[in-house]
């Protein structure tokens, strides 16, 4: 099977499972309503009984903005660690929250329910959890030392341009290479979860180095697919930006902006999911699920092919 | 040395001896005309070796009543010599030291080989470094002088003859090289301001400080290969190719300046335009501007100027952006503060990595731009209007700017703002990713020059006093925050408090008494008082002298029925009586019932001073108090106290208090507090919440990629 059938297959797993979309909107937005509260109280108490408060509707406008700046001065320590620290536990969570993702994508055609979701959640979240404690390193390996021996020759290009557009065209091409080289190192690690649901394994490590031969055959094709469904979230977010450029700001311009802005990240999950399901497909094209997992769950998977 | 190189040098030298038949030195005799100060200079540049090879006379004659037995002189390039200099050792006490000068042998000094009068009495044997600043940089090497053999007296001229030889730096600050292109400024021996009574005023060159110098005549030859495009300051009177073609000797002359830039790049793509006043000012504005201003209308009119710019190739789509900011500029500035007297303006758009963009110098200027700048931000008009403006205020208007900096760019800020705002409205928020626009994918703020200002301008303000000699700052931040933003969001701020017509008279006023000399911050205080009537010394006493914070607002609203019993224990005829609270809501019932009275509420407002800063003179804070049935009353209060109460009866409660509802006072560090409403109203803080809401949903999603 193509790249363009396993995209299609995709397409239909997300449609079929779009049940994950809500849950993990809703997800997502109680936790970022926890983060965001303490900045709201904080907001109503100083500026809800000042004029200045009303000329957020008006856009944004420096005088109050810089208000905010000179009151909240002293408290870039205290955002810090309260953003740093809520994002390491949605780090955790999401941790948790793609063994649902991906343990009902390989559930065939069984429903998306709040239980499932969740039981599945919990039953990858250990080898999940080690997966992405060897996917540090990964990261570390690739783009810590091999991206920054990567950037030498575009650094010493830069160094000696004659003109502005040596060091645009060199920095440009500097992230786009470390954008694919991430792309690349996350799809690795994807696939190591994805075949560790499809293969009911708990071994992380052999899975990881299980994935490098799975991989090194298929490469261009599974890179494609990332890829494409990469150019999805590329497009949407162009998408969006210009029509939050359109997007009236008085009368029920704040309420439109916020289901845009919502639309948008419905997208964002979307193709989050579309990604796994995507690759879900082409493990299973390639590599067919091992009978435990098959027999662990009531449903077939998605493709008899390669049976 | 070059033969072209010594043959020029011959003749500057042979030159002067044979058109003057007074051979001595120091000239006994007064000298009544000419400008006090002269500079021929001859400079050659090895682009090879990276090195300036010149000859200077400098002709100086004692303005003032003292006997003067030396002269003090800048080298500014020693700054660039090694660590040790004042410069580099503030910058390594900001953490900001790069490593600028190493490799290339990027480092930069001037050496002067030798120093002699025009009779040939050699002074380089008195030649000694100085170190007149404090914190001493014992090493600095930018500040010397030179003893004469008898001290000059009062209306005496000297004539110096000068050799120096430079090594040209790799950019450190504002001046050096970067491949084939060179901008060189500060580059040739100085002499400091010499102060009546005081001696010289000649500074060490600090990470912070700009210049200061005294008007003078310049003629500068200036020879270069022959592929370079030369641009400098004054008007170019000649090119001449050498014998063998391959270098080119440019002379420039400019009357009445005090500094003297040029820079040369072969890849330079010269423009020349004409400002055509007559094109760019209608009559109409010159009627309008001649009425607000009680000026003669003859008195606005804009002589023509010639515009030239040296770009880059790979900027050239940019040229007319340049050429209109410059037009604008050329012309605000003309009508506002007096028409510009140089017949040549040219605007240098700074050679890649030369570290020399959005720099001032009499009747030149870098302005600085990229080679993608969206049209919606104004990049590079606000820098072209800025370093123009420096023609009137350092130019013309030649302040001290190690000690007093805020005259020339806070003020050239303020009006800097005051003519963008005019010419182009608000531009919009320049943010890029890697060099590339961003704002061509996001709609971000716009805004005007002065809210920008007054952004930097509250945080800066307890840091120090805006008028600190540059150098004593604690910070570089705190220097540029308070010297440009803050100076001029106090200058806004006067502005809106003596209204936009007078405030022109002022800066007109002091723009044309002052031209061509050299005012302190008491000078500019003056001129206030004389043109507003009024004395504002309190104003700069508190907002330039000190670090007081300027706030004002509204501490407590409340507004409440106005009751005619009061609950408690009263002695009526002798007798103690209690008046319950059910007795209070009963005669009220009665009241409404009966009477069909109409209810009177009581509103309390506190208006607080909770900064330091104290309004003075014949200043006021307004307050308004807007009630229910849209009526307003209006009340001032002298700020002097921490806190007063004002109370007012009306038929309905209170809206909203407000405190300077015309936003006089720019400067107010806290905006929020000037207004307080009876009742919140959380839908403005629930869209600011909502915003964030989606940053930090896309914040989480992007990072669990990595999960």
Redesign the interface.
Known sequence: MGPGKIFGQGLRITIQKRRLIAYLWTI??F???V??AP??FL??S????????????L?????????L???Y?EMPPLVIGWIGGT?LL???L??F??GGIIGRIAAGEEKVTFQSFFGDCGRYFGRFFRV?LI?IIG?FLVLGLFGRLLSIPFRLWSKR?????T??IS??LR?LVLLLIFSIV?MFFDYVRVSLVSEDSRRAVRATVGNFRFLRSRFFKAWTLFLAVGLIFVLST?VY?IG??ALPKAGLG?VIV?VW??AY?LM??WT?ILLFATEYQFLTVHRPPTSSRVNSDSGPPWTGQGK | MSNTRSGLFLALFIAPLLASPLDGAQEARKQEEGSPLRYVISVELDSRGRRLFGKEEISWRNPTNDEIPDMWFHLYWNAFKNERSAMLEEFRTEGALERAGDGEGGWGYIDINRIALADGTDLTPTLEFMIPDWPAHPHDQTVARVRFPIPVGPGEEVRLQIEFESKIPRTISRSGYYRDSYFIAQWFPKPGVYEEGKGWNCHQYHMNSEFFADFADFAVEITVPAAFVVGASGKQKSAVSSADGKMVTYRFEQTRIHDFAWTADPAYIKVERNFQAAREVSEQEITELSARLGVPMEELRLPDVKMILLIKPEHKAQIERHFRALRTAIKYYGLWYGPYPYETVTMVDPPFRTGSGGMEYPTLFTAGTGVLRDNKVLSPEGVIIHEFGHSYWYGLVANNEFEEAWLDEGINTYTTGRVQDKAYGRGMFSASFSGWPLTWLVNLPRYFDFELNRLAAIMAVELDPIRTPSWLFSSRMSYAANVYMRAATCLNSLERYLGEALMLRVMRTFQMRWRYRHPRTQDFIEVVNEISGQDMSWFFEQLFFNTHNFDYGVSRLRSEEKRTLYAGVFDINGKKQEVKRADIDKARRQGREKDNQETVYVTNVTVRRFGEALLGGEARVKLRVVFEDGTEELRDWDGQDRWKSFEFEKPVPAKFAQVDPDLVWLIDSNLSNNSLKAKARRSGVIQLASRLLFWVQNVLHTLSALG
């Open positions: 997502t937005f936790f970022s309503l983060v965001v900045f709201y907001f109503q100083h500026l809800s009984r000042s004029l200045l408060g009303e000329n957020f509707f856009g944004t406008d420096l005088l109050w903005i810089g208000d700046i000179y009151k001065q994002s949605f780090l955790v999401s941790i929250l793609k992405f996917s990261y341009a004659s003109t502005e557009w060091t645009l920095s440009a992230l996350k162009c930006l939050m450029k704040p916020f802005q919502q990240f964002r999950l989050g």
